[in-house]
């Protein structure tokens, strides 16, 4: 048989047994958080429009507001409360980030491999500094 006869590779798609050792490429990993920090801001959207009528409203709101992330509130403790916000900081910027990723590959045709996989680096890394930059801050460690 010659060489340039050799049968094709049949690629399939994995079974949900290898999910776990499955190696996604970068911008694979950008597209799937980017629909989780979606899904994320969504579910706390109601939490976000809490925290903005309160911080608006009156000095004595905003004492409240402040006060949620020291003493907590309805039993939840205050670093709780710190850790969905740091959720929230993570899912916004994640999200943001990755959206401009995406608005400037169909701005400029960039869709090669190459592009495409040091765009997502950039956008892990960038969220993940931006992140934990603004958790430093909320949790008071600067």
Known sequence: MAES????????????????????PPAGIVSILHR???????????FVIWMLDTS???EISFETFTNVFV?????????FVKLVTLGLIW???????????????DATHSVSKAQGHSSALVTLILSTLLTLL??????GLY
């Open 5 to 24: 006869a050799k049968a094709r590779p049949v690629y399939r798609n994995i079974h949900v047994t290898q999910i776990v050792s499955y190696r996604l």
């Open 36 to 46: 989780i920090s979606g899904f994320l801001l969504f579910l706390l959207l109601p």
């Open 56 to 58: 608006l409203s009156t």
């Open 71 to 79: 003493a907590g509130f309805a039993g939840i403790p205050g670093w």
């Open 91 to 105: 899912g916004y910027l994640f999200h943001f980030i990755a959206g401009v990723r995406h608005l400037w590959m």
């Open 134 to 139: 603004l958790g430093a801050k909320l949790f």
